[in-house]
């Protein structure tokens, strides 16, 4: 599929949308295979109509460098499943960000806390990304792109280091390059891959899954698929396989363009990113970005609001636009006018 086919495949908008980080824009044939599923279930039964399904797992292995998927219902619900089932020894160093997702960052303090783990702040530059692997760390976390900052960090430098690396790709999946090679990968449908919401992953390197405790769960299967969620959107699953397939990295050089555009466009409203920083999403430093999301969405532009909550490094709210390869030079003109 064309990046020009992947934008007319897209329902219809009743605005412009300019909120991929938050959900992005899902096709009619993703649409149409969620709800597919949901007539099977009802026709068949919930579990006969899972087990026939195409959740497009292997396609999503495939883009994550064949780590193996399990699945969740969110992003943040994956980072703690999996790190709960780390093999981390007791003083073992975990290398972190202050740019973390607050939820992600919460869930691994309160693990490291129960489990004597020591929490190491990995160097970073004024715009967070790191500058330096610490020695003598057994496993470190971040995000490749902070939901609350359109900054890649250096993933290639990182791995470079030897020391297991955990990525949250919640926010980089579907705009900018994920290396494979990483020890594992956490991640949400509903963003840059415009998928359903309610569907999250893990994703394993296949070397280390044996190593993983199993959860304190009952469970129906053996390998990665032990950390399926139970109770899931099964349905949301088959859409996500329909958008993982829909999805080409052709779209990528469309998303960092425009990005780019809208970074020079709004230069004067405090435009945090660099122009040409390779990724899809542009925060502004505004007053009271809650007020101009809502007077925005009047006037039909779909922006967001991060709070200070989303991220212990930001110590003001940000309005975030993020751009995915739909958006249009009327719709930036019409955003910068508006601003």
């Not at 949308?17 to 899902?26: K, M, P, S, T, W």
């Not at 460098?65 to 003083?91: I, M, N, Q, Y």
């Not at 280390?208 to 969620?229: C, I, K, N, T, Y």
Request: net charge negative.
């Amino acid at each position: 599929m064309t990046p020009q086919q992947w934008v007319a495949a897209r329902l219809p908008a009743g605005v412009a949308h300019l909120d991929a980080a938050a959900c992005g824009r899902v096709s009619a044939a993703a649409l149409d295979a969620e709800v597919a599923h949901l007539r099977d279930e009802a026709a068949r039964g919930g579990y006969v109509a899972e087990a026939d399904a195409d959740d497009g797992r292997d396609d999503l292995s495939a883009l994550l460098g064949g780590a193996l998927v399990a699945w969740s219902d969110s992003a943040a619900t994956a980072f703690s499943t999996l790190l709960a089932a780390w093999p981390l020894e007791r003083g073992a160093r975990v290398g972190t960000v202050t740019s973390d997702y607050g939820g992600n960052a919460l869930s691994l303090a309160a693990l490291a806390r129960a489990r004597g783990w020591e929490l190491v702040p990995l160097p970073v530059d004024p715009l967070g990304r790191v500058t330096d692997v610490p020695a003598g760390l057994d496993l470190v976390t971040f995000p490749q792109v902070a939901s609350q900052r359109g900054v890649a960090q250096p993933v290639q430098d990182v791995l470079g280091r030897g020391v297991p690396l955990v990525l949250d790709v919640a926010q980089s999946l579907g705009q900018t390059p994920v290396p494979p090679g990483c020890a594992a990968y956490v991640g949400t449908s509903r963003k840059w891959l415009c998928g359903p919401r309610g569907v999250g992953f893990l994703a394993v390197d296949p070397a280390l899954e044996p190593l993983l405790a199993s959860p304190p769960v009952l469970v129906r299967e053996g390998g990665v698929r032990r950390f399926d969620s139970q109770e899931a959107h099964v349905a949301g699953r088959a859409g996500l396989g329909v958008a993982v397939r829909e999805w080409s990295p052709d779209l990528l050089p469309l998303v960092h363009a425009r990005a780019a555009q809208v970074r020079t466009a709004l230069a004067a409203h405090g435009v945090v990113e660099p122009v040409d920083e390779p990724t899809g999403i542009t925060t502004l430093r505004v007053d009271d970005p809650v007020a101009a999301r809502a007077r925005l969405l009047d006037r039909g532009l779909l922006v967001s609001a991060v709070p200070t909550s989303r991220s212990a490094d930001l110590d003001a709210p940000v309005l975030r636009v993020s751009t995915h390869a739909w958006v249009t030079d009327a719709d930036v003109d019409a955003l910068a006018s508006a601003l």
